[in-house]
């Protein structure tokens, strides 16, 4: 019943008066995987978006804004984090077929397959761990409690300095009795760099992500800060053959981007993107653009009700941000 009448009230003429009242809102959605059982519903989600959205790059939105030119209403911007795999096999396929542009932002150290993104470590532990329960970091983890027990420790390890987060990575690997291979297992690699040069050819922009994808925040120093930045868009420079002019923060939480970081996107580059729910306006600090997430299972109904704006939450920057 409680579907049904989702489905009615999507269909009721309501989310039609939700994007003419929210016309002028810019919305930036972020995705970041794409597993094969979802491609069916991701297809839904880009017949939507085309049916009723105008789409831009961010590069197109960019120059609107900064050309003080109006930007079209119901104006979309479709960006994925990281750099998995599964965007070239499953999703870059969908996405040519209704001419979506996306922006997608690499981790380059991940990219040129020099380390695993530091989650994927946490989860390839506990997914190959023999051990049904185990002990790190003064916690328990349980085989049955695997969403629960790694999602505190994300939370722990995003908190703490850079050293301690490392320390806190090797703890639980240790504990949980797997050596984490030096070579990225299928389930967690990256796209090679012919793909990415493919995508560059077939109209995919790139930005940069981070050379490791710590929280800069937690970094010891601001030099190092801009290393991690500046080292990316230099890479995927070289990589591309073209200058790199978009960036995301990792993690992207208010408390995650210091004032170093802030300072290096605005000298570097002409956006910067957060992971945090909201819509934008062409007044947004467009250093600080915040993004809607989504995964592309997302039922399609919910999905047309919150891309509409309706109960979206407005997350805003605290008082004396960046610290």
């Not at 990256?190 to 710590?214: K, N, Q, V, Y």
């Not at 210091?258 to 250093?287: C, K, V, W, Y």
Request: net charge positive; with cysteine.
């Amino acid at each position: 019943m409680r579907q049904l009448a989702k489905q009615i009230f999507n269909k009721s003429g309501v989310l039609h008066l939700c994007r003419r009242r929210n016309r002028r809102a810019i919305r930036i959605l972020l995705y970041h995987r794409f597993p094969a059982p979802w491609r069916e519903n991701l297809e839904r989600h880009c017949a939507h978006l085309a049916s009723k959205y105008t789409i831009l790059s961010m590069t197109a939105l960019e120059q609107s804004i900064r050309e003080r030119r109006q930007v079209p209403d119901n104006a979309v911007v479709f960006t994925v984090d990281d750099g998995y795999r599964d965007f070239y096999q499953v999703a870059y396929p969908i996405f040519r077929k209704y001419n979506i542009p996306v922006l997608f932002y690499l981790t380059t150290g991940y990219m040129d397959r020099e380390c695993w993104l530091w989650g994927d470590r946490l989860r390839y532990c506990f997914r190959n761990t023999p051990h049904q329960t185990f002990r790190a970091v003064g916690m328990e983890f349980s085989k049955n409690q695997q969403a629960a027990g790694l999602e505190r420790l994300r939370e722990m390890a995003k908190a703490a300095p850079d050293a301690e987060r490392r320390r806190i990575v090797a703890e639980f690997e240790s504990a949980s009795g797997i050596q984490v291979p030096e070579r990225i297992t299928a389930d967690y690699e990256p796209c090679t760099r012919d793909e990415i040069r493919e995508m560059a050819r077939g109209g995919i922009e790139f930005g940069a992500h981070t050379l490791t994808h710590p929280i800069l925040s937690k970094l010891p120093d601001a030099a190092t800060v801009e290393r991690e930045i500046l080292g990316s868009k230099a890479r995927l420079e070289a990589e591309l053959g073209q200058p790199v002019t978009h960036f995301a923060y990792p993690n992207g939480r208010w408390q995650d981007v210091n004032q170093a970081a802030l300072a290096t996107a605005r000298r570097h580059f002409t956006t910067a993107t957060m992971a945090l729910e909201g819509l934008n306006s062409p007044e947004t600090d467009i250093h600080a653009l915040l993004r809607l997430p989504f995964d592309p299972d997302h039922p399609i109904d919910a999905f047309e009700r919150r891309l509409a704006g309706f109960r979206v939450a407005q997350s805003t920057a605290p008082p004396g941000w960046p610290a």
